[in-house]
Protein backbone atom coordinates (compact mmCIF):
# COMPACT_ATOMS: atom_id res chain seq x y z
CA UNK A 1 0.00 0.00 0.00
CA UNK A 2 2.70 2.28 0.93
CA UNK A 3 5.25 1.38 -1.71
CA UNK A 4 8.02 0.89 0.74
CA UNK A 5 11.20 -0.81 -0.50
CA UNK A 6 13.13 -3.35 1.74
CA UNK A 7 15.69 -0.44 1.49
CA UNK A 8 13.42 2.42 2.58
CA UNK A 9 12.48 -0.53 5.81
CA UNK A 10 15.81 -1.12 6.30
CA UNK A 11 16.97 2.56 6.26
CA UNK A 12 14.10 3.16 8.28
CA UNK A 13 14.97 0.76 11.26
CA UNK A 14 18.58 2.17 10.68
CA UNK A 15 19.94 -1.55 9.48
CA UNK A 16 23.33 -0.37 8.62
CA UNK A 17 24.69 -3.95 7.47
CA UNK A 18 21.67 -4.59 5.29
CA UNK A 19 21.52 -1.07 3.60
CA UNK A 20 25.24 -1.56 2.55
CA UNK A 21 24.22 -4.86 0.80
CA UNK A 22 21.09 -3.99 -0.71
CA UNK A 23 22.81 -1.03 -2.11
CA UNK A 24 25.80 -3.34 -3.45
CA UNK A 25 23.08 -5.86 -4.82
CA UNK A 26 21.35 -2.85 -7.42
CA UNK A 27 19.28 -1.37 -5.01
CA UNK A 28 17.58 1.54 -6.59
CA UNK A 29 18.56 4.60 -3.55
CA UNK A 30 17.00 7.12 -5.42
CA UNK A 31 13.45 5.52 -5.43
CA UNK A 32 10.62 7.64 -3.77
CA UNK A 33 7.37 5.70 -1.77
CA UNK A 34 3.85 6.50 -2.27
CA UNK A 35 4.72 10.14 0.18
CA UNK A 36 7.74 11.12 -2.19
CA UNK A 37 9.99 9.29 0.40
CA UNK A 38 13.65 8.47 -0.46
CA UNK A 39 15.56 6.04 1.67
CA UNK A 40 17.82 8.86 2.77
CA UNK A 41 15.24 10.66 3.74
CA UNK A 42 14.00 8.02 5.88
CA UNK A 43 17.02 7.83 7.43
CA UNK A 44 17.13 11.14 8.61
CA UNK A 45 13.91 11.26 9.70
CA UNK A 46 14.59 8.71 12.33
CA UNK A 47 18.14 9.89 13.14
CA UNK A 48 20.06 7.60 11.72
CA UNK A 49 23.16 8.87 10.86
CA UNK A 50 25.58 6.04 9.71
CA UNK A 51 22.74 4.71 7.75
CA UNK A 52 22.13 8.34 6.12
CA UNK A 53 25.53 8.75 5.54
CA UNK A 54 25.91 5.97 3.61
CA UNK A 55 22.83 6.26 1.25
CA UNK A 56 23.71 10.35 0.59
CA UNK A 57 26.90 8.52 -0.53
CA UNK A 58 25.79 5.93 -2.41
CA UNK A 59 23.29 8.15 -4.32
CA UNK A 60 26.31 10.68 -5.21
CA UNK A 61 28.48 7.67 -6.29
CA UNK A 62 25.54 6.91 -9.16
CA UNK A 63 24.67 10.76 -10.03
CA UNK A 64 28.56 10.65 -10.65
CA UNK A 65 28.55 7.49 -12.64
CA UNK A 66 25.23 8.19 -14.94
CA UNK A 67 26.93 12.11 -15.26
CA UNK A 68 30.08 10.46 -16.74
CA UNK A 69 28.08 8.42 -19.35
CA UNK A 70 25.64 11.44 -20.28
CA UNK A 71 28.92 13.05 -20.42
CA UNK A 72 30.66 10.65 -22.81
CA UNK A 73 27.82 10.25 -24.74
CA UNK A 74 27.85 14.54 -25.14
CA UNK A 75 31.86 14.31 -26.28
CA UNK A 76 30.56 11.61 -28.90
CA UNK A 77 27.42 13.67 -29.99
CA UNK A 78 29.76 16.72 -30.56
CA UNK A 79 32.13 14.89 -32.44
CA UNK A 80 29.47 13.42 -35.16
CA UNK A 81 28.22 16.76 -35.54
CA UNK A 82 31.43 18.72 -36.52
CA UNK A 83 31.91 16.10 -39.13
CA UNK A 84 28.51 16.57 -40.67
CA UNK A 85 28.82 20.50 -40.56
CA UNK A 86 32.02 19.85 -41.87
CA UNK A 87 30.48 17.88 -44.79
CA UNK A 88 27.80 20.33 -45.00
CA UNK A 89 30.18 23.58 -45.51
CA UNK A 90 32.41 20.93 -48.32
CA UNK A 91 29.44 20.98 -50.04
CA UNK A 92 28.36 24.53 -50.16
CA UNK A 93 32.03 25.38 -51.00
CA UNK A 94 31.79 23.06 -53.67
CA UNK A 95 28.81 24.30 -55.16
CA UNK A 96 29.69 27.93 -55.55
CA UNK A 97 33.11 26.62 -57.00
CA UNK A 98 31.20 25.50 -59.62
CA UNK A 99 28.67 28.16 -60.07
CA UNK A 100 31.85 29.68 -60.43
CA UNK A 101 33.46 27.81 -63.02
CA UNK A 102 30.30 27.83 -64.67
CA UNK A 103 29.82 31.87 -65.39
CA UNK A 104 33.35 32.24 -65.99
CA UNK A 105 33.23 29.71 -68.55
CA UNK A 106 30.47 31.61 -70.12
CA UNK A 107 32.03 34.70 -69.76
CA UNK A 108 35.17 33.39 -71.46
CA UNK A 109 33.25 31.82 -74.35
CA UNK A 110 31.21 35.44 -74.78
CA UNK A 111 34.55 36.77 -74.77
CA UNK A 112 36.29 34.57 -76.91
CA UNK A 113 38.88 34.26 -74.16
CA UNK A 114 40.96 30.77 -73.94
CA UNK A 115 40.69 29.48 -70.44
CA UNK A 116 43.71 28.96 -68.74
CA UNK A 117 42.87 27.17 -65.24
CA UNK A 118 45.27 26.47 -63.04
CA UNK A 119 46.28 23.82 -60.42
CA UNK A 120 43.83 23.47 -57.73
CA UNK A 121 45.06 24.40 -54.24
CA UNK A 122 45.87 21.36 -52.50
CA UNK A 123 46.73 19.11 -55.60
CA UNK A 124 50.01 17.09 -55.78
CA UNK A 125 53.04 18.82 -57.92
CA UNK A 126 56.48 17.13 -58.99
CA UNK A 127 57.91 19.93 -57.94
CA UNK A 128 56.80 19.32 -54.37
CA UNK A 129 58.61 16.64 -53.81
CA UNK A 130 61.38 17.74 -51.92
CA UNK A 131 59.97 19.90 -50.27
CA UNK A 132 58.08 17.25 -47.98
CA UNK A 133 60.78 14.38 -48.45
CA UNK A 134 62.13 13.91 -44.87
CA UNK A 135 65.64 13.42 -46.31
CA UNK A 136 68.21 16.52 -46.17
CA UNK A 137 69.55 18.09 -49.50
CA UNK A 138 72.45 15.48 -50.18
CA UNK A 139 75.13 18.88 -51.02
CA UNK A 140 74.70 20.01 -47.51
CA UNK A 141 75.63 16.74 -45.42
CA UNK A 142 78.47 17.24 -44.13
CA UNK A 143 80.23 13.73 -42.39
CA UNK A 144 81.86 14.12 -39.29
CA UNK A 145 84.30 10.80 -38.89
CA UNK A 146 84.88 9.85 -35.53
CA UNK A 147 82.31 12.30 -33.80
CA UNK A 148 78.40 11.19 -33.25
CA UNK A 149 75.66 13.45 -34.73
CA UNK A 150 74.95 15.85 -32.01
CA UNK A 151 71.10 15.50 -30.99
CA UNK A 152 68.78 18.58 -30.97
CA UNK A 153 67.05 19.21 -28.15
CA UNK A 154 62.92 20.14 -27.41
CA UNK A 155 62.61 24.16 -27.93
CA UNK A 156 60.21 24.03 -25.16
CA UNK A 157 60.12 22.26 -21.53
CA UNK A 158 57.09 20.57 -20.32
CA UNK A 159 55.21 21.43 -16.97
CA UNK A 160 55.72 17.81 -15.87
CA UNK A 161 58.82 17.26 -14.96
CA UNK A 162 58.65 13.23 -15.68
CA UNK A 163 57.38 13.08 -19.27
CA UNK A 164 59.35 14.76 -22.63
CA UNK A 165 57.13 17.41 -24.65
CA UNK A 166 55.75 16.59 -27.76
CA UNK A 167 57.08 19.55 -29.64
CA UNK A 168 60.64 19.40 -31.01
CA UNK A 169 62.61 21.95 -33.41
CA UNK A 170 63.25 18.42 -35.25
CA UNK A 171 59.89 17.75 -36.28
CA UNK A 172 59.48 16.24 -39.79
CA UNK A 173 57.02 17.29 -42.88
CA UNK A 174 55.90 20.68 -40.75
CA UNK A 175 56.87 24.56 -41.29
CA UNK A 176 57.58 26.32 -37.88
CA UNK A 177 56.09 30.06 -38.20
CA UNK A 178 57.45 31.20 -34.48
CA UNK A 179 59.00 29.70 -31.44
CA UNK A 180 56.45 29.86 -29.38
CA UNK A 181 54.08 26.88 -28.29
CA UNK A 182 51.31 25.48 -30.93
CA UNK A 183 47.67 26.74 -30.10
CA UNK A 184 44.77 23.80 -31.01
CA UNK A 185 42.97 24.59 -34.05
CA UNK A 186 39.81 26.55 -33.84
CA UNK A 187 36.94 24.50 -33.32
CA UNK A 188 33.79 24.22 -36.05
CA UNK A 189 30.58 26.73 -35.17
CA UNK A 190 27.92 24.90 -34.61
CA UNK A 191 25.43 27.75 -33.88
CA UNK A 192 24.24 28.08 -37.09
CA UNK A 193 23.52 24.46 -37.94
CA UNK A 194 22.71 23.23 -34.77
CA UNK A 195 19.15 24.24 -32.03
CA UNK A 196 18.96 23.14 -28.78
CA UNK A 197 15.08 23.05 -27.88
CA UNK A 198 13.65 22.60 -23.67
CA UNK A 199 10.64 20.98 -23.93
CA UNK A 200 8.26 21.30 -20.72
CA UNK A 201 9.11 18.23 -19.80
CA UNK A 202 12.39 19.20 -19.06
CA UNK A 203 13.66 16.88 -22.11
CA UNK A 204 16.18 18.69 -24.19
CA UNK A 205 16.48 18.17 -28.33
CA UNK A 206 18.93 19.39 -30.78
CA UNK A 207 17.67 19.94 -34.33
CA UNK A 208 20.70 20.02 -37.22
CA UNK A 209 20.22 21.64 -40.29
CA UNK A 210 20.78 18.47 -42.33
CA UNK A 211 18.05 16.28 -40.61
CA UNK A 212 14.16 17.04 -40.63
CA UNK A 213 13.46 15.90 -37.00
CA UNK A 214 14.63 16.10 -33.78
CA UNK A 215 16.74 13.98 -31.45
CA UNK A 216 17.00 13.48 -27.67
CA UNK A 217 20.32 15.40 -26.82
CA UNK A 218 21.79 13.64 -23.29
CA UNK A 219 20.17 13.55 -20.18
CA UNK A 220 22.38 17.06 -19.05
CA UNK A 221 21.33 20.54 -17.82
CA UNK A 222 20.93 23.15 -21.00
CA UNK A 223 23.76 25.00 -19.21
CA UNK A 224 25.94 22.02 -20.15
CA UNK A 225 25.06 20.96 -23.36
CA UNK A 226 25.68 24.74 -25.13
CA UNK A 227 28.89 24.68 -23.35
CA UNK A 228 29.84 22.15 -24.80
CA UNK A 229 28.68 22.13 -28.13
CA UNK A 230 28.59 26.05 -28.76
CA UNK A 231 32.13 26.83 -27.01
CA UNK A 232 31.91 30.71 -28.85
CA UNK A 233 29.14 31.65 -26.58
CA UNK A 234 31.67 31.13 -23.71
CA UNK A 235 35.37 32.45 -23.82
CA UNK A 236 37.51 30.97 -21.71
CA UNK A 237 39.50 33.44 -19.91
CA UNK A 238 42.53 30.93 -19.80
CA UNK A 239 43.93 29.85 -22.74
CA UNK A 240 46.61 26.77 -22.90
CA UNK A 241 48.83 25.91 -25.87
CA UNK A 242 48.54 22.18 -27.15
CA UNK A 243 51.36 21.01 -26.15
CA UNK A 244 50.34 22.21 -22.63
CA UNK A 245 50.45 18.74 -20.39
CA UNK A 246 48.50 18.85 -16.57
CA UNK A 247 50.14 17.11 -13.97
CA UNK A 248 49.73 16.69 -10.25
CA UNK A 249 51.48 18.31 -7.38
CA UNK A 250 52.15 14.92 -6.06
CA UNK A 251 54.37 14.20 -9.25
CA UNK A 252 56.34 17.31 -8.57
CA UNK A 253 59.77 17.54 -6.84
CA UNK A 254 59.45 18.08 -3.30
CA UNK A 255 62.29 20.80 -2.63
CA UNK A 256 61.98 20.87 1.19
CA UNK A 257 63.15 18.36 3.52
CA UNK A 258 60.76 15.73 4.43
CA UNK A 259 59.17 15.72 8.07
CA UNK A 260 59.92 13.41 10.53
CA UNK A 261 57.88 10.10 10.21
CA UNK A 262 57.12 9.99 13.68
CA UNK A 263 55.78 13.06 14.35
CA UNK A 264 52.22 13.57 13.91
CA UNK A 265 50.91 15.30 10.56
CA UNK A 266 48.66 17.96 12.82
CA UNK A 267 52.05 19.30 13.71
CA UNK A 268 52.68 20.67 10.03
CA UNK A 269 49.03 22.03 10.30
CA UNK A 270 49.65 24.09 13.53
CA UNK A 271 52.98 25.52 12.38
CA UNK A 272 51.36 26.90 8.74
CA UNK A 273 48.26 28.17 11.04
CA UNK A 274 50.65 29.68 13.23
CA UNK A 275 52.43 31.70 10.13
CA UNK A 276 48.94 32.34 8.65
CA UNK A 277 46.56 33.90 11.19
CA UNK A 278 47.12 36.84 13.30
CA UNK A 279 47.23 36.73 17.09
CA UNK A 280 44.30 38.25 18.39
CA UNK A 281 41.79 37.51 15.71
CA UNK A 282 41.66 33.85 15.71
Not at 43 to 54: G, L
Not at 72 to 101: G, M, P, T, Y
Not at 224 to 253: G, H, M, T, W
Amino acid sequence: MDSLTPLHRAAAEGLLECVQALVEAGADSHLKDSNGHTPLEMATMWCHRQVARFLKDAMWQKAKKTEVTQRQKLQRLKESLQFWHHLDECKDKFVRQDVSRERVTAWAKQKSVPLQWGPERGAWLLNHVQCTSNDPPPAKVKERKGRPKPTREAWNVSPNPNKPPKASVSRSQEVRTSTRPRTAPPTPDLRRSVALTREPSGRTYYKACWEDEPRPAPDLPLNVLKRELFPADFPSRLSSPLDFQSCSVLDLPHFCPSPDPQASPWTEIAMHLVEELQPGHY
